[in-house]
């Protein structure tokens, strides 16, 4: 997989470090990891963009289809923290711009713990 994906704990949250560029093929992979934390039972699952870029911007829609999953079971809020600009830029067309997005993970937590 291309993109290298680094799973942590935060308290109760899982922190998800996303690197690398995304294409269509690392979808099913990304999809497949992502779907894993959620089976993980965390409170939320903090995605952390910081060090991600997007090769083919129709491959963002695993995390629409992932956030999806999440909201139907088990409930668990996923939230995508820190893209870059561009990243930023691309997240908020389409179906995208109802990801919660942050620009920090501290931020992101802050969101999850309050609400």
Known sequence: ??????????????????SGRLGLREVAPLRN???KCLAEQ???VLIDL???SVAEP???AVFTAVAR???????????FCAPSPAT???MNRGAFHRLPM??????????????
Do not use: K, Y
């Not at 997989?1 to 996303?18: F, Q």
């Not at 942050?102 to 609400?115: I, K, L, P």
């Open 102 to 115: 942050f620009r920090s993970v501290s931020a992101a937590r802050d969101h999850v713990d309050t609400d």
């Open 88 to 90: 930023r830029t691309l």
């Open 58 to 60: 129709p491959a963002l």
């Open 1 to 18: 997989m291309a993109i290298e994906c680094v799973v942590g704990a935060d308290g109760g949250n899982l922190v998800v470090t996303l």
């Open 42 to 44: 965390p409170e939320a």
């Open 33 to 35: 990891r992502l779907l």
């Open 50 to 52: 910081a060090c991600f």
């Open 69 to 79: 999953q999440a909201a139907r079971w088990p409930g668990i809020p996923v939230v």
